[in-house]
């Protein structure tokens, strides 16, 4: 990106919508309640040909103590101090409100460039709005409408500046060339960027949890900065903020995500939107880290979350954290143990690390059980390897007959991986029951050394030579 912007404003000003708007995805949560936004959350913008880096920010509150939304604040002023631009945001149809004056005041301090937006300038009712914003003395305002997208060649002329030259280049045609043909996809031919290899992409990794068992202290003591906002309050993280980080060379696209409670705990709507993107993160991850309070590991709502991992097929990491202050590690190990050996059969042997988030012991045992989940999730097992091993397997134990005679299984081969997905051709795949089935990945499981992580086992009826 050839620079960033930053968009501040108080609360319930349009910032997400704005966020949403510019990136082309609805990956902000955006809803009528102020203050729905608490992390800073970083995304591609783009208008027209403009590209930037865009951050949403928490809205500004005039609070400077030890409070939830003085921690906001201080995100919000970190957010700028990276920023190139500032889009100060207020609402048109509400007016210049004492916030937007006060912030105001203070932008015009500031050594990053300010540009004034007034949101909601759709039809009449912002207008007397965006005349008030004069008084402001940011320049001229900008009338927007994030809802509709009015406004975007006004604030397109705005941010051009910022550009930076060798990184934005504007189309420039020949007199003796039609814009027809300088736009075809020859004209770009040599520009082409070949598709990456899987291999050369950035790991995603998102960290999921119930609430306040350490997810975004975590995440901070991981990057060593205090990227998320953190505190003694339960649900602080609303959004799942995706972080870019570096880990002995290899990238890594960090997710940190909203802490999941029972359904039939969640009342407010917001919560039902955040464990919504929270489910959605995981949907898009490779590995997934859960995250444990080791003074009560693994009780039924982690378990939930666990299987959910599974059945998306995802690569499965258990953190226990806050293991420093544990009533006692011996109790809670064992019953860790038990529970996944009860419950979670189908992914035996997933990795636990135990760890602290606050004071980082432990940690540096995370990310290389990240790495060998991530390795185990792909691996590719050859056809005949798989075949050697499944007449070995079958004939120490045979299927089981049903109706007109044993089954016979014929062959088995790799459909794909991560997760890995196996097919088992048969003579009557319909008939093979799910406890032999089981059996068959267990022993998998065991012999080709692939500890915690999910394998599917499809069976199909294979082709009758004689059916002709």
């Given at each position: 990106m050839s620079f960033t912007v930053a968009v501040i404003g108080r609360p319930n000003v349009g910032k997400s919508t704005l966020f949403n708007r510019l990136t082309g995805k609805q990956h902000a949560i955006v809803d009528d309640t102020p203050g729905v936004t608490r992390d800073r959350r970083e995304g591609d913008g783009s208008i027209s040909d403009l590209e930037f880096r865009l951050i949403d920010t928490a809205g500004l509150e005039n609070a400077y103590d030890d409070s939830l939304e003085a921690r906001m604040r201080e995100q919000t002023e970190m957010a700028m101090a990276e920023a190139d631009v500032t889009l100060f945001l207020i609402d048109g149809r509400a007016g210049v409100l004492p916030l937007d004056e006060h912030f105001a005041n203070w932008l015009r301090k500031n050594p990053t460039p300010t540009l004034l937006v007034v949101n909601k300038c759709e039809g009449k009712a912002g207008r007397a709005g965006l005349y008030e914003s004069y008084g402001l003395g940011l320049g001229e305002p900008i009338p927007f409408s994030a809802e509709h997208g009015e406004g975007l060649s006004e604030l397109y002329d705005a941010l051009l500046p910022y550009a930076r030259d060798e990184q934005f280049k504007p189309i420039l045609f020949d007199e003796d060339t039609p814009p027809e043909e300088a736009l075809s996809d020859d004209?770009?031919?040599?520009?082409?960027?070949?598709?990456?290899?899987?291999?050369?992409?950035?790991?995603?990794?998102?960290?999921?949890?119930?609430?306040?068992?350490?997810?975004?202290?975590?995440?901070?003591?991981?990057?060593?900065?205090?990227?998320?906002?953190?505190?003694?309050?339960?649900?602080?993280?609303?959004?799942?903020?995706?972080?870019?980080?570096?880990?002995?060379?290899?990238?890594?696209?960090?997710?940190?995500?909203?802490?999941?409670r029972r359904k039939s705990r969640i009342k407010e709507k917001l919560e039902y939107m955040s464990v919504g993107d929270t489910l959605r993160s995981i949907r898009f991850a490779e590995v997934v880290v859960l995250v444990l309070d080791a003074n009560a590991p693994l009780d039924k709502q982690d378990l939930t979350i666990a299987r959910h991992v599974i059945e998306e097929g995802r690569a499965l990491v258990i953190a226990v954290n806050k293991w420093d202050i544990a009533d006692d590690r011996v109790v809670a190990a064992k019953r860790i143990e038990d529970r996944l050996q009860t419950s979670l059969p189908q992914v035996r042997g997933v990795p636990i690390v135990t760890c602290s988030s606050k004071t980082g012991k432990g940690l540096q045992k995370l990310m290389p059980a990240v790495f060998k989940a991530h390795e185990l999730w792909n691996t590719r097992i050859s056809t005949g390897a798989l075949n050697r091993w499944l007449a070995a397997t079958v004939e120490a134990n045979p299927p089981p007959v049903s109706g007109l005679g044993r089954i016979k299984i014929r062959y088995m081969t790799q459909a794909r991986t991560r997760p890995p997905t196996f097919i088992l051709f048969s003579s009557r795949a319909d008939k093979l029951p799910e406890s032999y089935m089981r059996y068959l990945v267990n022993e998998m499981r065991a012999d080709f050394k692939l500890p915690g992580i999910p394998i599917r086992l499809h069976g199909r009826k294979g082709d009758n030579p004689y059916a002709k």
């Open positions: 004209a770009f031919a040599d520009d082409a960027v070949e598709e990456e290899d899987l291999s050369d992409r950035p790991l995603k990794l998102a960290i999921i949890g119930r609430p306040n068992v350490g997810k975004s202290t975590m995440i901070n003591k991981l990057l060593g900065q205090e990227r998320l906002l953190t505190g003694p309050e339960a649900g602080v993280t609303r959004d799942a903020i995706a972080v870019a980080w570096e880990y002995q060379g290899r990238e890594i696209r960090l997710v940190d995500t909203a802490g999941m």
